[in-house]
């Protein structure tokens, strides 16, 4: 999984296959998690929300869970497609204070 | 919509050349952030802006770091002089003013000091 730190993790997955993107944050204090998703020669994209009163949200193909406890995030792609092959970010807010983990890339296997 | 506006897309140029990067954020967004990603260091915010004012430039690595913010619709970062450390992509990204908003991010700009 992935970590505010300064590697990057892989993941290849079979297309049609469901893909789990993992994240560690580290500040107890943050309350705000977004998804991006960045290809290649682009900037990174919104892909999902959720705030620290809630633990799951779903979207359009993609779901996130929030563990506070353990202080986890994840990202669920069901049925993952060739076009989801890309870097996965995760980041945290708190107040005013923003971070940005190192990302994960995942390859989808056609 | 038109979303965060970089330019130029690619810049290369000599070391100890002034480079100037812009940015044009969405309209309505208040808050303005300067990345720069590089393989090493991943995604690192430099400075951010909200209302045009600079509220955290802690992430600036050098005095040769400059971002202005002249007014709500245009941003700058300047590297003068530049080095070839500073090869990265930069990014801008704009968010509402509002608390619990993603960020949106431009395209950036991958310069390259030779």
């Known amino acids: 999984g992935e970590s505010v730190g300064l590697h990057l993790p892989t993941l290849s997955v079979q297309e049609g296959d469901n893909s789990i993107i993992n994240c560690a944050y580290s500040?107890?204090?943050?309350?705000?998690f977004i998804w991006y998703k960045q290809e290649s020669g682009k900037g990174p994209q919104f892909i999902i929300d959720i705030r620290s009163n809630m633990d799951k949200r779903q979207g359009q193909r993609v779901t996130v869970l929030l563990n506070k406890t353990v202080k986890h995030l994840s990202l669920q792609i069901a049925a993952t497609q060739p076009g989801d092959s890309a870097v996965y970010f995760c980041?945290?807010?708190?107040?005013?204070?923003?971070?940005f983990g190192t990302g994960t890339s995942l390859t989808v296997i056609p | 919509d038109a979303g965060v506006i970089q330019s130029p897309r690619h810049e290369v140029t000599e070391m100890g050349q002034e480079v100037t990067l812009r940015c044009k954020p969405i309209s309505g967004h208040d808050y303005l952030f300067w990345y720069r990603q590089t393989m090493m260091r991943g995604l690192e915010l430099l400075i951010y802006?909200?209302?045009?004012?600079?509220?955290?430039d802690s992430g600036m690595p050098e005095d040769r770091f400059s971002a202005k913010m002249p007014n709500a619709s245009f941003s700058t970062l300047k590297i003068q002089p530049s080095e070839p450390r500073d090869s990265a992509v930069y990014f801008c990204?704009?968010?509402?003013?509002?608390?619990?908003?993603?960020?949106?991010f431009g395209d950036g700009t991958r310069l390259s000091i030779l």
């Open positions: 802006f909200n209302n045009n004012v600079p509220i955290d």
């Open positions: 500040n107890s204090a943050s309350d705000y």
């Open positions: 990204a704009s968010r509402e003013d509002s608390s619990n908003q993603p960020q949106h």
């Open positions: 980041a945290e807010e708190a107040g005013n204070q923003f971070y």
